[in-house]
C-alpha cells in the first residue's frame, strides 16, 4: 500500500496567522482527548480564536470554517 498526498493537505502559500492560531487550538483540544462536536465548539469558545464576526462558536460556525479551510485550492 502506498501513501500519496490529496490535493488538500498542500497549498499554493503559506497559512494564514489564524489558520495556524485555529490548527494548534484543535490540537490542543483533541490532545486533551475531547473529539466530540459539541466539546470541541465548548473548548474552542474558551479561547482566543474567534470566528471571523467575532462571535461564539456554534456547531454549524465550527464545520463551516474546517470546510472553508479544507477547500481544495485550485
Excluded: C
Aim: negative net charge; proline residues 5%.
Amino acid at each position: 500500500m502506498s501513501l500519496t498526498l490529496e490535493p488538500v493537505q498542500t497549498r499554493l502559500g503559506p497559512t494564514t496567522s489564524y489558520a495556524d492560531a485555529f490548527a494548534d487550538e484543535l490540537e490542543a483540544i483533541y490532545g486533551r482527548g475531547v473529539h466530540d462536536l459539541p466539546g470541541v465548539v465548548a473548548a474552542l469558545n474558551e479561547t482566543g480564536v474567534r470566528p471571523a464576526d467575532g462571535s461564539d462558536w456554534t456547531e454549524q460556525a465550527f464545520t463551516a470554517e474546517l470546510a472553508r479551510l479544507g477547500a481544495k485550492e485550485i
